[in-house]
């Protein structure tokens, strides 16, 4: 059974171009209730931390730098299928192959600079959540 919560982050080229606002409608709008959001810039050790999935991988190193290069919107979201929903919304990693009216074909300037990460399962929105909230931080 798919699970009801993901976890997002609006990254750094989004938050510098102003889309906060219109990426949090558009979760809003397809129906996601927010959870738990903070803004905050992550230091170089906690980008490593968060991304240490991909430590072996030869982008890892422009990932970091770019994630804590500004500050971000994490947040964590709630909807019955949430992480197949939101990823449905955010789109492809590629916004030139991102659908139509999703948050990377509107919002994103580049693979590298997507505009959004969202989840990929339900054990890695758990572990995601939990790396930015404490449960005392969750409505």
């Not at 996601?32 to 170089?44: D, H």
Request: no cysteine; aromatic share 10%.
């Amino acid at each position: 059974m798919a699970g009801k919560k993901t976890f997002t982050m609006i990254k750094p080229d989004a938050v510098e171009a102003n889309n906060i606002g219109p990426i949090l409608a558009m979760i809003n709008k397809a129906g996601f209730r927010i959870l738990a959001m903070k803004y905050l810039k992550l230091t170089k050790e906690q980008a490593g931390q968060f991304y240490e999935v991909h430590k072996e991988r030869p982008f890892y190193g422009e990932l970091i730098s770019y994630m804590s290069s500004g500050p971000i919107v994490a947040a964590v979201l709630v909807k019955e299928n949430a992480v197949a929903d939101y990823r449905k919304l955010i789109g492809a990693t590629d916004p030139s192959k991102a659908d139509e009216g999703t948050i990377r074909k509107l919002f994103a300037k580049s693979i590298a600079a997507n505009a959004v990460h969202g989840s990929d399962s339900d054990d890695n929105a758990e572990i995601e959540a939990n790396f930015f909230f404490s449960h005392l931080e969750r409505f």
